[in-house]
């Protein structure tokens, strides 16, 4: 198995980018399934297939899908790889919120202090204070 290495920043911004449109996601979706021509793809989308392809070019460009050439066709398949290094980045995220809620549930878990000591010490304060200045 080989190591997977962290996204860029420039690559975390392009998967993004690329998931941030509900077209895409679904034809990364329909391409995890298996491959498909970019023709078959458009035919299921009330828009032009320049539209389609477009939409393909992003997620090519976010190395999400593959695309290669069969004969006049061009044929789309996912990048589990990429898709991979997405999840652990996303992964990594998680680990960071659920370990901030962890911290934050504690800190509501723990007894509040006693008001009781924290006035007798100011109290205790005032008067050394006050015979200080006498």
């Known amino acids: 198995m080989v190591a997977q290495r962290e996204l860029t920043e420039a690559e975390v911004d392009r998967v993004f980018h690329a998931l941030a449109t509900s077209t895409r996601r679904d034809i990364l979706r329909r391409t ?47 990048n589990p790889e990429m898709i991979a290094r997405a999840k652990a980045l996303l992964a990594r995220y998680e680990e960071l919120w659920r370990s901030r809620i962890a911290r934050l549930d504690d800190l509501l878990a723990a007894p509040a202090p006693s008001t009781d000591s924290t006035t007798s010490t100011t109290k205790n304060t005032e008067h050394t204070e006050h015979e200080q200045g006498d």
Do not use: P
């Open 32 to 78: 995890i399934e298996n491959e498909q021509s970019v023709s078959t793809l458009a035919a299921e989308y009330e828009m032009s297939f320049a539209a389609v392809q477009k939409h393909v070019a992003v997620l090519e460009a976010a190395n999400l899908i593959v695309k290669r050439a069969e004969g006049r066709e061009r044929l789309v398949r996912a």
